[in-house]
Each structure stands twice: as C-alpha cells, then as structure tokens.
C-alpha cells in the first residue's frame, strides 16, 4: 500500500513564525504535490515537484516556498506565516504523467492554524 | 482561474437512493479522476476515466465523460451512511498536474 505520510495532523504557529510542512512518501514516485484547502475554493496547487531538487510553482506559491533534498521527502515552508494562511495543507504523489497510473495518492493533511 | 466547478455544492439523500454529482472543467483533458474526502482527512482516488472514454464502471460507481460539453458526472448507486463524504473531480491534461473541482459535500442519512 502507497503511504504518504505529514509531519503534524494540527499546528498552531504565530505571525510571523518560519513554519516547516514535511512529507513523506514510500513509493518511488518522482512528483510530490503540496496544495492548500479552503472551504469552497477545492484543492489550490502550491508547488509540485517531478524530482529530486526540482520543483515549479503551483497557482498560489506566494508566501510559500519547497525543498526537495531526497527522493521521498518534499517540505513546503512558510517564511514567515501570516493569518492567511491558515489552511488545511495536503501532500500527494505520482508517477510521472504517461505511466500506467496518473493518480495522486494523499498524506491525511496539517491543519495550520496561523494566529 | 483554471479550477473546475462541480455541481450541486452539497447534496443530502437517504440510504438506499442515488446521487449524482456533475463536473465541469475548462480546458482540453487526458483524463478526468474523481476522488474522496473524509471529513479533515486526504483525499482518496476513486476512478479515473480518459478522454476517449464516454463511460466507466467500478462497483457501485459509474462515471461518464463529455468531451464536447467538458463535463463529467460521478453516480453512486444504493447509497450508505458510509459514503457520506466530499467528493472532487480532478482533470489532467498533458502534463501531471491535475486541477481539482470544488467539491460536492454528500450526505447519506440512515
């Protein structure tokens, strides 16, 4: 079974604190996904990578940034939290686009609460 | 924004019924995938259709696919409590990015 696992189910930080996301996947996937949830908007595309220190901005990579050191681990980083972040962060994976397999497998998310 | 909309928003039916949830997307497709959520937990893969496909069955799921329109519907058949759940449509194009839809939250009362 696929395993995608974060580092916090809840984290409350404060403004301005530099917040680490960590996650961690057992497949051999080459691309790792971080997204952000928010009540009514779905799933937004922060940064995803495709291999080990690569990665491309998603749709809202403002105030966000990623490292890519080891193939299984992707962590997404807040410099310097603000209350707009406060969000339900989730990791994936995936093979890369045209294997047999296209689908994204999720780590149980980090809620983040940013007072 | 390329984000996809999925309607209804939410939709409360009894054990036993059928509910339908319709996808719209933006752009030209590879596929279209559908996914589950828990209430505060990940999303879960469910079924993934491509674009040449018109319609797919997986136990008590049928998804179609419309092209032409750029719409897709998920059909649970004899809900349970148990499938009381979000659930979001996700396109991908050629690349392995997927744009997710904004859910429809389901309801199965006992």
């Known amino acids: 079974d696929v395993k995608v696992t974060q580092s916090s189910r809840y984290l409350v930080k404060r403004t301005g604190e530099k917040v680490f996301l960590e996650c961690v996947q057992d497949m051999d996937h080459e691309n790792m996904f971080w997204y952000r949830q928010d009540p009514g908007l779905g799933l937004r595309l922060i940064y995803f990578s495709y291999d080990v220190k690569m990665k491309e901005k998603g749709d809202i990579p403002e105030g966000y940034s990623v490292s890519r050191e080891k193939k299984e681990r992707f962590s997404l980083i807040l410099e310097s939290a603000s209350t707009n972040q406060t969000s339900m962060y989730l990791c994936?994976?995936?093979?890369?686009?045209?294997?047999?397999?296209?689908?994204?497998?999720f780590g149980p998310g980090t809620r983040l609460t940013v007072l | 924004s390329q984000q996809g909309e999925e309607d209804p928003q939410a939709l409360s039916i009894q054990e036993g019924e059928n509910a339908t949830m319709n996808c719209s997307y933006k752009?030209?497709?590879?596929?279209l995938q559908w996914y589950r959520q828990n209430s505060g937990r990940g999303l879960v893969h469910l079924i993934l259709i491509r674009s040449n496909e018109r319609e797919k069955h997986s136990g008590r799921l049928r998804v179609t696919l419309d092209t032409s329109k750029k719409s897709s519907s998920l059909l649970i058949t004899a809900s349970r409590a148990a499938d009381t759940a979000s659930y979001f449509c996700?396109?991908?194009?050629?690349?392995?990015?997927?744009?997710f839809g904004t859910g429809t939250r389901l309801q199965v009362f006992p």
């Open positions: 752009t030209s497709i590879n596929n």
């Open positions: 994936a994976s995936s093979f890369v686009y045209g294997s047999s397999y296209n689908e994204q497998f």
């Open positions: 996700a396109s991908q194009g050629d690349t392995d990015k997927l744009i």
